[in-house]
């Protein structure tokens, strides 16, 4: 994987590119230990954007393992929580990363409860099917063995209870009917004062909410978390498309993408891992779940795994150098023509950014572009080797750095070049995305689909389409200049005025660092027909543009 790059001024990315040793420690006391299983672990991204932390600034582990925030017992500040991936529920992660960074406790719900109640200060409470829903925010009583709460998802602690931590399931939250609530208004003109105080008359009980509270402690919430990848995704297992796992891929494609999401976009103040399941971790996660189901979690005292990563912790890293490639094929002049030749470039971004670096290999997004430019090199210096084949176009190749940070490579890559070879540049043809799609690409234009260029690259490209057997769509996306980020890589040719676009299986430009080369995107879905037919576009399209 490529280093990460400065996407913009103020932005510095961090990020951690060894493969550390993960052992398991099984202690039958304090000073005797008993067994030791290494595994390979990949730790969670850090990195800074725009000056905010985002990953996980920890590294070290040596904290005793459990499977189960809610077993009895245990001391979760000394303990890493051991989730497998197919066990996931992204409503309970959500739940549980807005709670540990959160200053409140906070329920986390997977059903429909109560209505809302009104008031002046709102947070939102989240439904099993994935909704959202606008509840107050309310002071609450004394927790003791049960814990009456309003139906919030941030519940505000007052008094001695605010340095506690604890987490409370389902069994210990009782749910209050507030049919009998009294409204009293402060002021009796509503024209003077909408304010409104609720008088709350506990009426029953009505159930258990399928929820639980996470009530956060000033210190370090938890230990750590490490998330137990299924082994298709590992690159080890490129030779096994199926890799014996028995679920469904699909949905666990779409899991991991929204978990990545998850937690690159949020700053953990834990440390958090990422390993692959095999049978020496499997059968750590059968022993753990056992003790933690009798009520025996793992201590210094009563004996159990202990997981270990010994790492220095995170440096920021010096701004990094952009590292451009770029090769040239030059057409062929006819007699007495002075003139410069016209050039087309073809460009393909090869930087990644995903959860775990080490994991993000980018197949797809843009390992996909990047195998199709090196073809099509391949093919035109055979192509023009030759003068009696050689085209009356430049080629120009472009292996461009930091795509994912705002295209920052393709910039300083245009930004060197002389005046003169950028104004010839008729058109660039940006590759990003073309290895997992179907019966339809895209091509993303920013000027406008009647410019003579684009409909000629349009036209171009969607007439070799059709004798190939599938189709070619235009998206037309205005530049906001007063944005400087850049939804595709054409916008950076686009802001300087030289015409290009970019082929694309996806339909709607994807947000800042999503689609980047994440946890999944790996061998494992790419379609490599799919690729090979990129190749065929493109090569016939330019083949016929240059050649006749």
């Known amino acids: 994987m490529a280093a990460p790059r400065k996407a913009r001024e103020g932005e510095v990315f961090e990020s951690v590119y060894s493969v550390i040793a993960l052992v398991f420690v099984l202690v039958a006391c304090v000073e005797l230990v008993d067994g030791v299983a290494v595994v390979d672990v990949y730790r969670l991204i ?28 245990t001391d979760l500040s000394r303990t890493v929580v051991m989730i497998p991936v197919r066990e996931v529920n992204i409503t309970f992660i959500r739940g ?75 069994s210990m939250l009782l749910v209050v009917d507030g049919a009998g609530k009294e409204r009293e208004r402060e002021n009796s003109n509503p024209a003077k004062s909408g304010r409104q105080r609720w008088k709350w008359q506990w009426a029953k009980e009505v159930g258990f909410l399928d929820g639980f509270v996470i009530q956060r402690d000033r210190r370090q919430p938890l230990g750590g978390l490490i998330f137990l990848l299924p082994r298709m995704f590992s690159p080890e297992n490129k030779d096994n498309m199926g890799g014996g796992d028995d679920f469904d891929k699909d949905l666990m494609k779409n899991i991991l993408v929204e978990l990545e999401q998850l937690l690159v976009h949020a700053n953990i103040p834990y440390p958090v891992y990422f390993a692959f399941e095999d049978d020496n971790i499997n059968a750590v996660l059968v022993d753990v779940k056992r003790n933690d189901a009798t009520g025996q979690p793992a201590t210094a005292t009563t ?53 775990a670096p080490a994991l993000s290999v980018g197949s797809d997004s843009n390992g996909s572009g990047v195998v199709v430019l090196l073809e099509l090199a391949r093919l035109f210096s055979l192509l023009y080797s030759n003068p009696k084949t050689r085209g009356r176009y430049n080629l120009l190749f472009g292996l461009t750095s930091g795509g994912p940070y705002n295209y920052n490579g393709t910039h300083k ?66 530049i906001n200049i007063s944005n400087s980020r850049v939804a595709w890589e054409h916008e950076q040719f686009s802001r300087l005025r030289v015409t290009a676009a970019t082929l694309s299986e996806l339909s709607v430009a994807p947000e800042l660092l999503e689609s980047t080369g994440g946890l999944v995107d790996n061998r494992h879905i790419l379609n490599e027909a799919a690729v090979i037919r990129s190749v065929k576009l493109v090569a016939e399209s330019l083949a016929v543009r240059i050649l006749w």
């Open 303 to 355: 004996g159990g795994y202990k997981l270990v990563v010994s790492a220095p912790e995170p440096r920021k890293l010096a701004s990094p150098t952009v590292t451009n490639i770029q090769g040239w094929l030059p057409g062929l002049k006819a007699d007495g023509d002075s003139t410069q030749l016209p050039t087309i470039a073809i460009v393909a971004s090869y930087d990644t950014f995903g959860a």
């Open 96 to 170: 549980l990363i807005d709670a540990l960074r959160s200053r409140y406790p906070v329920l986390v719900c997977y059903s429909e409860v109560l209505e809302g109640f009104d008031g002046e200060q709102t947070t939102k409470i989240i439904n099993r099917n994935g909704t959202e829903r606008d509840c107050t925010k309310v002071h609450l009583p004394a927790l003791q063995n049960k814990a009456l709460f309003y139906p919030s998802n941030i519940l505000s602690i007052t008094g001695a209870q605010k340095d506690l931590y604890r987490i409370i399931p389902q």
């Open 413 to 478: 890559w245009l930004s060197s070049f002389d005046q003169r070879l950028r104004e010839s540049i008729d058109y660039a043809i940006c590759l990003n995305s073309i290895g997992s799609w179907d019966n339809e690409l895209w091509i993303h234009v920013s000027k406008p689909p009647e410019n003579a260029y684009i409909k000629q690259i349009f036209e171009g490209f969607s007439n070799v389409a059709e004798e190939l057997g599938f189709k070619v769509g235009l998206k037309h996306k205005k």
């Open 46 to 73: 850090q990195y800074d954007l725009a000056g905010v932390p985002f990953g996980s600034r920890l590294a070290s582990l040596n904290h005793h393992a459990g499977s189960s925030l809610f077993a009895p017992g």
